[in-house]
């Protein structure tokens, strides 16, 4: 009977995958709600578990290692994060953002050459000396997912990536913590500032759950710009900043 | 049909990371630069021109939507299938890139929002 279990999930490793993931988020969502009062969004908790399980399990590619989670890695792998990243830019349309005049721009561009600034500087700082690896982490401290874009794309080591991951996820967290109470001192009221916001800490799950904390009827503004700045992260991580790195060291 | 989405979704992903690996090969790195990005400019243009054209009707739009929607629990087994024990010995060194990297961000929309409120007040 167990035997027949284990074989079944094995032999269908993605639709465990989507079980185990799914109850993952149903969790954190119960987490968000009564543990945290909405404060911190269900979303940061569940990558938060995500981690965790892969840290208790231990292998270098977590919990994908264990053969009844093999699907995990999978659902995680880099084909179908890719797929999902690129369909979020469905709706978005470039006329709405231009709209919003070059501040937009201006903020979108200084957010990110501040993440990759700040991120490697502090990768310099531990001992880091490396272009790539330099390159990667100040990507996470962009967001989450450009940090594994950009070291997928250079080849950075798993520890690397798994570093890059976990700074985007306390960039997330703190912006949803920080936000509604930082939002008077930095001016955040109107919807210009809204998005001026999202393009400059660029991390979706953490703009919008901060701007829902702060005022719900900012968050399209901010979720806005923010859509933009992975996909330029993206674009920019693996060939500009990568360069600036290489030419710096 | 649903499928026409999810496959225009693919090409467009299959087209940026192509383009990625070519621009790459041509600057002498092996590897794939700005991909995933360049494949989000396609979607963007391509549903705009269907759209255009009349050719985006609600099932198409749901083959691409709901990879969108898949997003975060996609990125949780991600983060699922990582060797975070590895990364746990630099650990305190992410909470630093993470923590330096808001707080400059922070400080900047702030000066951003001064400055852009001042010309031209919204």
Sequence with gaps: MTELARQTLTANGLLAAFVVVGGAMLVSSWVSRWCTRGRVHPSAIAILLGLAAAAVAGGPRGVADLPLLSGVGVLGGAM?????????????????FARSGAVGVVSL??????????GGMTAWACGYRDAVSITTIGAGAATYIVGPVTGTALGASSEVVALSIAAGLVKAIAVMVVTPFAAPVIGLRTPRSAMIFGGMLGTTSGVMAGLAATDQTLVPYGAMTATF???????LGPSVFFMIARGLL | MTIHGTALLSLCLLAGLTAGRLLGASLGIDADIGGVGIAMLLLIGGCQLLERHGLLPPPVGHGVTYWG???????VAMAASQNVRGAVAGGWMAVAAGLVATAAAFVLVGVLVRWASGPEPS
């Excluded at chain 1, 179908?80 to 709405?96: H, S």
């Excluded at chain 1, 957010?111 to 600034?117: D, E």
């Excluded at chain 1, 700045?229 to 674009?235: A, E, I």
Aim: glycine share 10%.
């Design chain 2, 69 to 75: 929607q898949m997003y975060v629990p996609i990125v």
């Design chain 1, 109 to 118: 561009l200084t957010g990110l050459c501040v993440a990759f600034l700040m």
């Design chain 1, 229 to 235: 700045y992975t996909g330029l992260g993206c674009l």
């Design chain 1, 80 to 96: 179908l994060r890719d797929l999902a990243i690129v369909a979020t830019a469905f709706g978005v349309r470039p006329q709405e």
